[in-house]
């Protein structure tokens, strides 16, 4: 059920309040707009969530002296978050169920929604192979009922390689004690090199699906019974603000970047060849040289590492970002 005006004029922007400090202030605005079937609303933080909104665990009770169902509140939602979740409530994808939403809330001009509550913790305390066999499913899900949905779009502008490579050739100029400097020196130079090249053949990739844009099993959930929403168990994917078009890879490459540094917690899983076989499995189409692709997003991606040092800097992930661009530069920059 819709609360409040359609979105805003030309699709709405992110919001940049600070929705802790605002969330106790809008509960009654909230359960007014629930129209009665909202109660019981706790709000909380998470050590995963990184976005701006607020949440809640509240009581959604859609008919007067009915059962009541366990739901989560989350406010400020952003446009494009806000977009996907409802969107895809009314579909079979993998996503949350979506009871109440809005664009406009205590005279605050911003979504919200209330959905279905899923128990439990995201799988990211829980990393072996099923896991990420699951968010690989998870995401062909995805990838098909969004498709289904909505017609590709333009992808977003890409990075600006050049100023990320020249960030971190001065960054790695300013850390003389960086781990093996004179070695990501020379290999960063490489790919300044054959930059052009990269670039071009980057920028001609297939765009062939809506990405999740942050793909890890901290945002994937396990639906263990959805009987009160009428919803089948299942692996559920969360967190949709980083949404975008572009090629698949581009979220299997994200997924394996993040353990670069800790292999061990991977178990030796392949998010490339997992996801690819996902896809297929789902019917979608995995017959372009995406192995090729994902060896030249992982090249640009660890030789940017060094512009991110005040974030990527820990040594065990700088050396494995080192030793995936030594080893690919050979075969990609030809």
Known sequence: MVVGPGPPEGGGSESHIDAHELASALEPALLEAGRGTLSEIRWFRTDWQMSGAATAHAKFTPEPGGPARDAVVKVPVGYKEHRFL??????????????LHGYELGGYDFAWVVMERLPG?????????EVFEHL?????????????????????????????LEKGREAIRANP???????????VKEVQRHLPGLRLAWERRAINTWCHGDLHPGNCMERTDGAAWGSPPG????????????????????LERLY?????????????????????????????????LANLRRVLMAATTP???????????????????ERLVPSVCQ
């Open 86 to 99: 409802t969107g895809l409530s009314e579909s079979e994808a993998p996503t949350p169920r979506v009871a």
């Open 235 to 254: 692996f559920v994917l969360l967190d949709f603000a980083e949404v975008h078009c572009g090629h698949w890879v581009e979220d299997a490459v994200y």
């Open 177 to 187: 004690q960086m781990p093996h400097a004179q070695r990501w020196a020379g290999a």
């Open 307 to 325: 512009a991110f040092l005040h974030r990527e800097g820990h040594p065990a992930y700088l050396e494995a970002a080192l030793g995936v661009l």
């Open 260 to 292: 670069w540094g800790r292999p061990q917690a991977i178990e030796g899983v392949k998010p490339v060849s997992l996801i690819a076989r996902a896809r297929r499995d789902a019917g979608l189409d995995c017959s372009d040289d995406y192995a090729s």
């Open 121 to 129: 913790l995201p799988l990211s305390g829980h990393r072996h192979k």
């Open 136 to 164: 690989a499913r998870a995401a062909a899900g995805f990838y098909l009922r969004a498709q289904e949905r909505w017609a590709l779009e333009p992808a977003p502008p890409p990075p600006d390689w050049e100023s990320l």
